[in-house]
């Protein structure tokens, strides 16, 4: 009989693997419950944002400002032509910041400029206030997907990332019966005008609790224990040691 065939498995590393499984799974799960559901509905309410100007028009903003011809549609572009060229520089300053304070921070100046809009009193205003949102708004989507990267693995980031982006998907859904309902309300202001700033104070309130939950990275995060860390670290690297991209920090 061959010296190899009378090889046994080492018992103390197949412990090991199984230890470090179990330190991965539970890393994962505190992390998920860390980043993902507050990310999901600060996106689910970013898409309220940038969208619930349509619903104002339903509820008679057009006419209040009057607005004529093709005005609504600029309106509604305006957004959009910051938004194209604010990602890259948002991604920036999120690195120098951190996601703890810039994603939050982006946040809650989109919202404020959304229950601006209630305050809006003719075309130009609209407009100068739909830029300014596009600025802001542009870094919240490639600033998760940036955060990501520094907490799982490229394997393990797909599924939530597609997680991430089915917040558009309900916030299609509940955008309308959600702005019904606002428009609705009793009191001193108009109807459109209690979407803007209702709609803007959730965002904002979502935009506070990331602060207080949010982490920058794995190495520094104070819900993991030393023994996750390590063995989350360890992963990272590993992970990033078979990317093409050469230069790469957990906590940089």
């Known amino acids: 009989m061959s010296e190899k065939a009378l090889e046994l498995p080492d018992p103390e590393a197949s412990s090991d693997s199984k230890t470090e499984q179990q330190l991965i799974k539970s890393y994962l799960r505190k992390v998920d419950l860390h980043l993902l559901p507050l990310s999901f509905a600060l996106y689910f309410l970013s898409v309220i944002d940038r969208n619930n100007i349509g619903n104002a028009k339903a509820a008679g903003m ?12 600029w309106v509604i572009s305006a957004f959009f032509f910051t938004y194209i060229f604010c990602e890259v520089p948002s991604n920036i300053l999120l690195k120098r910041f951190g996601a703890r304070i810039w994603l939050p921070f982006i946040a809650v100046c989109w919202s404020l400029l959304v229950a601006c809009l209630a305050a809006a009193k003719s075309y130009g205003s609209l407009i100068a206030v739909r830029v300014l949102m596009g600025v802001f708004e542009a870094g919240y989507v490639p ?11 490229k ?23 959600l702005a019904a309902r606002l428009q609705s309300l009793d009191g001193e202001l108009l109807g459109y005008q ?42 990272l690297e ?11 920090s957990t906590h940089q």
Do not use: C
């Not at 997680?163 to 859904?173: C, D, E, K, P, T």
């Open 62 to 73: 057009d006419k209040q400002l009057g607005l004529h011809g093709e005005q609504f549609n």
């Open 143 to 153: 600033g998760f997907i940036y955060l990501t990267s520094f907490w799982y693995t």
């Open 194 to 235: 209690y979407i803007f700033i209702i709609e803007a104070s959730m965002t904002v309130a979502v935009a506070i609790l990331m602060a207080l939950v949010f982490q920058n990275y794995p190495s520094t995060a104070r819900f993991l224990t030393e023994k996750e860390r390590t063995a989350a670290l360890e992963m």
């Open 155 to 177: 394997k393990q980031q797909a599924p939530r990332i597609a997680l991430f982006f089915s917040a558009g998907v309900f916030a299609g859904i509940w955008a309308g019966p």
């Open 238 to 248: 590993a992970d990033r040691a078979l990317s093409p991209t050469a230069d790469y």
